[in-house]
Structures are given as structure tokens and as C-alpha cells.
């Protein structure tokens, strides 16, 4: 059984490709392997955002993931910011870490352009290597955006053992299949709330995921080969719907007697089959802070128990722990 930990940012809106690309993962593998959840909260920090709006986001967050079938009988869910440990330790690894390493970061590169050169999206991935070495995690659930800081938790790990002693497994990437899922009206982008329409969220009722399917960019197959909208929408299919279904439509893909007025709609259904209980389930659990608060609270202690006994042998191994 493999420690696993994984998180995902409170940024106010779950879509499917979130769900296909981490958190349907996140499901199947709480019942194979020891799992901690996250909301990291700490990481959506370095966009801008409004303070009144982030605990709303945070609590939504861990609606929408319990509700789509986080179980905290099964797996330790907790807030980020409710383990200090976690800041403790990037402090710790930023002392050891190149700033050349940072800045070949992709992801702060293109930040970077649009927000300025801040030092909390330098540090990000150190941060993101802590949350992932706080624990001793041998496997993280990562899309194909991650890989990147991914790398650098590895690097750290491998710094810190040759330098202070063996201490921190070398964590593995768990891709699921459909690590891209492409927006809607563009599949030459990946799905994100920031492209409007390009998405269908956890939340959207069943009239507007059938108006987002109805509406997606089907591009001409040329030479039996799918465009990359349909290429799109059979991952959709087959992420969804029954694989007799999904079989059926990619015969008729194959024998060129597709008709998108058939495809969409059956999309549209299994989308909305798999997504109503999750929907109805977050609105009960939003009703009930209480709930979500008794699960956080034991989730966070569950991992700051964790947390300190690896900060007291870490801090041992680097000499901050005073012995008289």
C-alpha cells in the first residue's frame, strides 16, 4: 500500500476536467492506498483573489470533492493552511534548492508574465515539494501540467538525502488516462474556467450541459483520423458513458456514418447521469458547514500527528533540534 497525497487549489469551480483528471482518480485510489486530500489554499494565494471570497471557495471546494466521492473514512482530507508544518518544511527545502531550478519552471514563466515577477510564484514548487515530503508520499496524482514541479520535489528529495542523510522517498506520478481534457469551444486549449464556455462545472444543471455539449466544436475528421474536437468528445464518451455506448458511436466514427445530432445528446446524458448525485450531494453538505468542519478537523489532525513526528526527524537530521 503506497502513500499518496495529492491537492487541489480552492479556485471556485470544479469541471470535469478536474474531476476526469485528478479527482475521479483520487477515488479509485483511496480504496487501494493510503491517502491524504488537500485543499491548498496557501498555493491559490499567489493569484489575486478576495480574502471575503477564499473561505466560501475553500468550503465549496471540499463540498464539491466529498460529494463526488472523497471519503473521509477512507482518506485523510484536510486544509493546507491547518497543517503549519507544511510552511515549516518549505522554508527548510528552499535552503537547499537553486533558484535556476525555479526559474526554468514553465509554469512561472508564464505567470510570471502576467502578474510580475513575485517570489511566492518562484517558491511555489518548493511549497508544492513540501506538501508532498511533509508526508514521505511515494505516489502523486498529477495531471501533465504538474510534471514539471513534480521533477523538482524529486530533485529536492534527492538534495536533501545526499546532504543531510537517506530520509525522503522519491515521489512517482500517477497519471489517469484522461490527463487533457480540451475545451469545449476551442480543443486546441485545455479545458479551464478562464476560457468562458469551454467548460461544464461539477455544479451546472442539465440544461446547461446539454447547451455545452449541443454546442462544442466538432472540427472535420480528414483522412479517417478524428479532429481534435471530436478526438475530444470521445474522450468525454468514453470517460462517461457505458463502454457499449462509447463502442457504438466509434463503429459509426469508423464507418463513417457519425451523426453529432446522435453523439451529443447521448454525451450530454451520460454526463448528466454521473454528475446529478454529485451536484445534490455538495448542496446537502453546503447546508451542513458542520459536517464538512468535523471532517476537516479530523482530517487536519490525522496529518499534523503526521507532519510533526517527520518535522522532529528532519529537523534532527539537520541539526535544528537542540540536545543538552
Keep these: 500500500m503506497a502513500k499518496i497525497f495529492s491537492g487541489i487549489q480552492p479556485t471556485g469551480i470544479i469541471h470535469i476536467g478536474n474531476y476526469l483528471g485528478a479527482v475521479k482518480n483520487w477515488v479509485k485510489l483511496q480504496n487501494e492506498h493510503d491517502c491524504l486530500f488537500c485543499i491548498v489554499d496557501l498555493h491559490s494565494l499567489t493569484i489575486p483573489y478576495e480574502p471575503k471570497a477564499l473561505n466560501q471557495r475553500i468550503l465549496d471546494a471540499l463540498a464539491t470533492n466529498i460529494a463526488?466521492?472523497?471519503?473521509?473514512?477512507?482518506?485523510?482530507?484536510?486544509?493546507?493552511?491547518?497543517?503549519?508544518?507544511?510552511?515549516?518544511?518549505?522554508?527548510?527545502?528552499?535552503?537547499?534548492?537553486?533558484?535556476?531550478?525555479?526559474e526554468r519552471m514553465t509554469q512561472y514563466k508564464e505567470k510570471a508574465?502576467?502578474?510580475?515577477?513575485?517570489?511566492?510564484?518562484?517558491?511555489?514548487?518548493?511549497?508544492?515539494?513540501?506538501?508532498?515530503l511533509l508526508y514521505k508520499a511515494e505516489m502523486v496524482p498529477v495531471g501533465e501540467d504538474q510534471m514539471q514541479h513534480l521533477e523538482l520535489a524529486r530533485v529536492v528529495a534527492r538534495k536533501f538525502n545526499t546532504t543531510f542523510g537517506e530520509y525522503f522517498p522519491e515521489p512517482q506520478a500517477s497519471l489517469t488516462k484522461a490527463t487533457r481534457v480540451m475545451a469545449l469551444n476551442d480543443p486546441n486549449c485545455k479545458m479551464s474556467k478562464s476560457i468562458p464556455n469551454s467548460y461544464i462545472a461539477l455544479t451546472d444543471e442539465p440544461d446547461e450541459i446539454r447547451d455545452r455539449v449541443k454546442r462544442a466544436v466538432t472540427a472535420s475528421s480528414v483522412d479517417g483520423e478524428m479532429g481534435l474536437g471530436v478526438k475530444n468528445l470521445f474522450t468525454l464518451l468514453?470517460?462517461?458513458?457505458?463502454?457499449?455506448?462509447?463502442?457504438?458511436?466509434?463503429?459509426?466514427?469508423?464507418?463513417?456514418?457519425?451523426?453529432?445530432?446522435?453523439?451529443?445528446?447521448?454525451?450530454?446524458?451520460?454526463?448528466?447521469?454521473?454528475?446529478?448525485?454529485?451536484?445534490?450531494?455538495?448542496?446537502?453538505?453546503?447546508?451542513?458547514?458542520?459536517?464538512?468542519?468535523?471532517?476537516?478537523?479530523?482530517?487536519?489532525?490525522?496529518a499534523r500527528r503526521e507532519a510533526k513526528e517527520h518535522m522532529r526527524e528532519i529537523k534532527d537530521l539537520m541539526g535544528l533540534n537542540l540536545h543538552f
Design 68 to 102: 463526488a466521492g472523497l471519503d473521509p473514512e477512507k482518506s485523510s482530507i484536510f486544509v493546507q493552511s491547518m497543517v503549519p508544518e507544511h510552511t515549516e518544511l518549505t522554508w527548510l527545502l528552499t535552503t537547499i534548492t537553486p533558484v535556476g531550478n525555479l
Design 113 to 132: 508574465a502576467k502578474q510580475g515577477l513575485l517570489s511566492g510564484l518562484l517558491c511555489y514548487p518548493i511549497l508544492m515539494a513540501a506538501d508532498i
Design 238 to 302: 468514453e470517460a462517461f458513458a457505458p463502454k457499449e455506448v462509447y463502442d457504438r458511436f466509434y463503429q459509426d466514427f469508423e464507418n463513417n456514418t457519425l451523426k453529432f445530432s446522435e453523439l451529443k445528446p447521448a454525451l450530454a446524458e451520460a454526463i448528466i447521469a454521473e454528475l446529478t448525485p454529485i451536484r445534490e450531494k455538495r448542496a446537502e453538505l453546503l447546508a451542513k458547514p458542520q459536517i464538512l468542519q468535523e471532517i476537516v478537523e479530523a482530517g487536519a489532525e490525522r
